[in-house]
T-cell receptor, first 118, second 114 residues
Framework: AQTVTQSQPEMSVQEAETVTLSCTYD???????LFWYKQPPSRQMILVIR??????QNATENRFSVNFQKAAKSFSLKISDSQLGDAAMYFC???????????????FGKGTKLSVKP | NAGVTQTPKFQVLKTGQSMTLQCAQD?????MYWYRQDPGMGLRLIYY???????DKGEVPNGYNVSRLNKREFSLRLESAAPSQTSVYFC?????????????FGDGTRLSIL
């Protein structure tokens, strides 16, 4: 079964600095998708960035970028120029395309709580 | 605004009571999902509906039932609530085609079982 591991329960960053959140996953599939979701105190789940496994190029979305290492099964999120509004729980999620009968289901890590210091 | 709407936002139940959580989406998505989120855990899938008329168990289905009422609505029922079901429940939806399409989440329901 696929698993997603976020080894950092909490992280802290100074405003305007850069922080990297780690995520590793385990799968035997060759084709899949990876996502980072942000959950602020409001409880909403907000998509931050996505990565297709067949694409070698790392995804970027403004200040957010990923370092996708397929062979190492690693998918880290880098936040540049951190802002106070970036403070939230961040969840890494995996989505296989042939996950038994439950295609399209997300498998989440346990999350990393990011604090941003002014 | 378009999106996923969950009702209620908060609920307190006594052990043994029943409850239905409602979810509706207006994005014409085919697939819908119910997750629960517990402290220190990521979201775990309870049930999903890949398309109208179908439902399947996820990782933690025990104690729950679901109904895909139509394409828009997907409800989650607790027949006899237990304290272990105290959690935050999220409904989500996505297009069936295109696994790179993200799931869109509702704002969650905080459920407490006393």
């Amino acid at each position: 079964a696929q698993t997603v591991t976020q080894s950092q329960p909490e992280m802290s960053v100074q405003e305007a600095e850069t922080v990297t959140l780690s995520c590793t996953y385990d799968t035997s599939e060759s084709d899949y998708y990876l996502f980072w979701y942000k959950q602020p105190p409001s409880r909403q789940m907000i998509l931050v960035i996505r990565q297709e496994a067949y694409k070698q190029q790392n995804a970027t979305e403004n200040r957010f970028s990923v370092n996708f290492q397929k062979a190492a099964k690693s998918f880290s999120l880098k936040i540049s120029d951190s802002q106070l509004g970036d403070a939230a729980m961040y969840f890494c999620a995996y989505r296989g395309v042939n996950y038994g009968g439950s295609q399209g289901n997300l498998i989440f890590g346990k999350g990393t709580k990011l604090s941003v210091k002014p | 605004n378009a999106g996923v709407t969950q009702t209620p936002k908060f609920q307190v139940l006594k052990t043994g009571q029943s409850m239905t959580l409602q979810c509706a989406q207006d994005m014409n998505h085919n697939s819908m999902y119910w997750y629960r989120q517990d402290p220190g855990m990521g979201l775990r899938l309870i049930y999903y509906s890949a398309s109208e008329g179908t439902t399947d168990k996820g990782e933690v289905p025990n104690g729950y039932n679901v109904s895909r009422l139509n394409k828009r609505e997907f409800s989650l029922r607790l027949e006899s609530a237990a304290p272990s079901q105290t959690s935050v429940y999220f409904c989500a939806s996505s297009p069936r085609d295109g696994f790179n399409q993200p799931q869109h989440f509702g704002d969650g329901t905080r459920l407490s079982i006393l």
